[in-house]
């Protein structure tokens, strides 16, 4: 059985109820934690409002030293973290490889951003006045993160919160703490006790007193909207700082100059990893009217052609869907889109699965349209829409259509048709040719509904530190502007 973390020890939840975690591929039980309520949280927050202010004044290369540590650490029980992920949260070893790699990564990039610089010297108005800029972190930070990237998500706010002087209590999902658990437990054990902190719980029980208690300064959180608007109506009266990431509904324009091959590989790779449980899933596509049935021929085929099983099964290319209740969602977009119109090509059904696993065929469907469940909201499962489009004008005009704006994607190798679309989208992200990618040094969020903050990159770390001006004037003569006037 496994506990939280609280003050650098484990910890059973005060009332002692406990949570079971299943693998979604098969429903075996892997373990049990603590069902956290607010008292917990109380010994959470407490622990790290205590050790903030030492924390706080750790110079920065001491705590770069320690962020290399977690690092270094990530790297020594990887196997471990990899397994963990795979069996909690079901997508494919080799993309857990990734996100452990990704994750080590992160604390070394903030390790080293964090001692570059705490603000900046400003020119002054006066001879004798000195102005300058001091960054500081907001104290105790909440820390909610998802279960599709437990520990990436997780690594891309506390590295920098970390990195910037705050301390943190970390909310993991209900369905996937095990990561998190371990991680505090091997990878995060030499910060000093309370800096950061893990309680397990559902939203309703330990999240929701997390974000309402009054000595949480900030709240980084990535899920969904409707999560998301309830964090904020929670925190507005006492005007937290709020970090969101909510999710998104990302386009993929594909250009008549394309190639229907590669670009079959590109759009089910970046529809489909994790099963398409990715917020930056593409999720609407757009193909040229022209050459739709050379695209669509190409797309249908190599999607036939990938191979569902076990997270730790070689060769496995889409793992379970995390629940399902994930899947029955996915099925009904897909089942409303077909009644409407669109035409089913591969998938869309539930496999033969002895296991009894949340697997889902990934579906691909043509004939949609904007009046579509699957083409407006958020479908965060294994599904590729097509649409057809006239002119490129045309496809830069769908590619906006939406609420949200996370990322958006363009197969071409068309200089014009490229600068017109990163030029002309609205989105937080823009990948041309390589859908997915991220960059350390990038920064990556979103527009409108899909949140406005930004993780990664120097972005990422002024996010968790809040600026003072300092205004010192050397001379302490009266100003000939004060009272009383001539």
């Given at each position: 059985?496994k506990?939280?973390y609280?003050?650098?020890?484990?910890r059973?939840?005060a009332r002692?109820?406990?949570?079971?975690?299943?693998d979604?591929?098969?429903?075996?039980?892997?373990?049990?934690?603590?069902?956290?309520d607010?008292?917990?949280v109380?010994?959470?927050?407490a622990a790290?409002?205590?050790?903030f202010?030492?924390?706080?004044?750790?110079?920065?290369n001491e705590?770069?030293?320690?962020?290399?540590?977690?690092?270094t650490?990530?790297?020594e029980?990887?196997d471990?973290?990899?397994?963990?992920?795979?069996?909690?949260?079901?997508?494919p070893?080799?993309?857990n490889?990734?996100?452990v790699?990704w994750?080590?990564?992160?604390?070394?990039?903030y390790?080293?951003l964090?001692r570059?610089e705490?603000?900046?010297?400003?020119p002054p108005?006066a001879p004798t006045?000195?102005?300058?800029?001091?960054?500081?972190?907001y104290g105790v930070?909440a820390?909610?993160t998802?279960?599709?990237?437990?520990?990436?998500?997780?690594?891309?706010?506390?590295?920098?919160a970390?990195a910037?002087?705050?301390?943190?209590v970390?909310?993991?999902?209900?369905?996937?703490?095990?990561?998190s658990?371990?991680?505090?437990e091997h990878?995060?054990?030499?910060?000093?006790p309370?800096?950061v902190?893990?309680?397990?719980g559902?939203?309703?029980?330990?999240?929701e007193?997390?974000?309402?208690h009054?000595?949480?300064?900030?709240?980084?959180?990535?899920?969904s909207?409707?999560?998301?608007?309830?964090i904020?109506?929670?925190?507005?009266?006492?005007?937290?700082?709020?970090h969101f990431e909510?999710?998104?509904?990302?386009?993929m324009?594909i250009?008549?100059?394309?190639?229907?091959?590669?670009?079959a590989r590109?759009?089910?790779?970046?529809?489909l990893?994790?099963?398409?449980?990715?917020?930056?899933s593409?999720e609407?596509?757009?193909?040229?009217?022209?050459?739709?049935?050379?695209?669509?021929?190409?797309?249908?085929?190599?999607?036939r052609?990938?191979?569902?099983g076990?997270?730790?099964?070689?060769g496995t290319?889409l793992?379970p869907?995390?629940?399902?209740r994930?899947?029955?969602?996915v099925?009904?977009?897909?089942d409303?889109?077909?009644?409407k119109?669109a035409?089913l090509?591969?998938?869309g059904?539930?496999?033969?699965s002895?296991s009894?696993?949340?697997?889902?065929?990934p579906?691909v469907?043509?004939?949609?349209?904007?009046?579509?469940?699957?083409?407006?909201?958020?479908?965060?499962g294994?599904?590729?829409?097509?649409?057809?489009?006239?002119?490129f004008?045309?496809a830069?005009?769908?590619?906006?259509?939406?609420p949200?704006?996370l990322g958006?994607?363009?197969?071409?190798?068309?200089?014009?048709?490229?600068?017109?679309?990163?030029?002309?989208?609205?989105?937080g992200?823009?990948w041309?040719?390589?859908p997915?990618?991220?960059?350390?040094?990038g920064?990556?969020?979103?527009m409108?509904?899909?949140?406005?903050s930004?993780?990664?990159?120097?972005e990422?770390?002024?996010?968790?530190?809040?600026t003072?001006?300092?205004?010192w004037?050397?001379?302490?003569?009266?100003?000939?502007f004060?009272?009383?006037?001539?």
């Amino acid at each position: 059985m496994k506990n939280m973390y609280v003050d650098g020890s484990p910890r059973e939840a005060a009332r002692g109820n406990r949570t079971e975690i299943h693998d979604p591929a098969n429903g075996d039980l892997l373990d049990s934690v603590p069902a956290a309520d607010a008292a917990d949280v109380e010994a959470a927050v407490a622990a790290a409002e205590r050790a903030f202010p030492a924390w706080q004044g750790c110079v920065a290369n001491e705590r770069a030293s320690l962020l290399h540590g977690v690092a270094t650490r990530m790297r020594e029980h990887q196997d471990a973290l990899i397994e963990i992920l795979t069996l909690e949260e079901g997508k494919p070893k080799v993309e857990n490889e990734e996100e452990v790699e990704w994750s080590a990564n992160t604390f070394d990039y903030y390790a080293e951003l964090g001692r570059h610089e705490v603000g900046q010297v400003l020119p002054p108005g006066a001879p004798t006045q000195f102005n300058f800029t001091l960054k500081e972190p907001y104290g105790v930070v909440a820390c909610i993160t998802p279960w599709n990237y437990p520990i990436m998500l997780l690594a891309w706010k506390i590295a920098p919160a970390l990195a910037a002087g705050n301390t943190c209590v970390v909310k993991p999902s209900e369905l996937t703490p095990l990561s998190s658990i371990y991680l505090a437990e091997h990878c995060l054990s030499h910060l000093p006790p309370g800096v950061v902190n893990v309680v397990t719980g559902t939203g309703a029980e330990a999240g929701e007193p997390l974000v309402a208690h009054p000595s949480v300064s900030a709240i980084a959180f990535t899920g969904s909207l409707e999560t998301g608007q309830r964090i904020a109506s929670i925190a507005a009266p006492q005007m937290k700082k709020l970090h969101f990431e909510l999710g998104g509904k990302d386009p993929m324009v594909i250009a008549e100059d394309a190639e229907p091959e590669k670009a079959a590989r590109a759009l089910a790779y970046s529809a489909l990893l994790n099963c398409g449980q990715v917020c930056t899933s593409t999720e609407r596509v757009y193909i040229p009217k022209a050459r739709a049935a050379e695209f669509t021929e190409a797309l249908v085929e190599h999607v036939r052609g990938l191979r569902l099983g076990h997270g730790l099964d070689a060769g496995t290319d889409l793992g379970p869907m995390i629940d399902a209740r994930f899947r029955t969602r996915v099925e009904e977009q897909v089942d409303e889109a077909r009644a409407k119109g669109a035409e089913l090509l591969t998938g869309g059904r539930r496999p033969e699965s002895p296991s009894g696993g949340a697997f889902y065929e990934p579906a691909v469907l043509r004939g949609v349209d904007h009046s579509m469940r699957i083409m407006r909201e958020e479908t965060f499962g294994p599904a590729i829409p097509l649409m057809e489009y006239e002119s490129f004008d045309a496809a830069v005009e769908l590619a906006n259509d939406s609420p949200f704006g996370l990322g958006a994607s363009l197969l071409s190798s068309d200089p014009g048709k490229i600068k017109r679309f990163f030029e002309g989208v609205r989105a937080g992200t823009i990948w041309i040719n390589d859908p997915l990618t991220d960059n350390y040094a990038g920064p990556f969020g979103g527009m409108r509904l899909s949140g406005g903050s930004r993780e990664l990159g120097q972005e990422g770390l002024d996010e968790f530190r809040t600026t003072k001006h300092v205004h010192w004037d050397f001379s302490t003569e009266p100003k000939d502007f004060w009272f009383p006037y001539d």
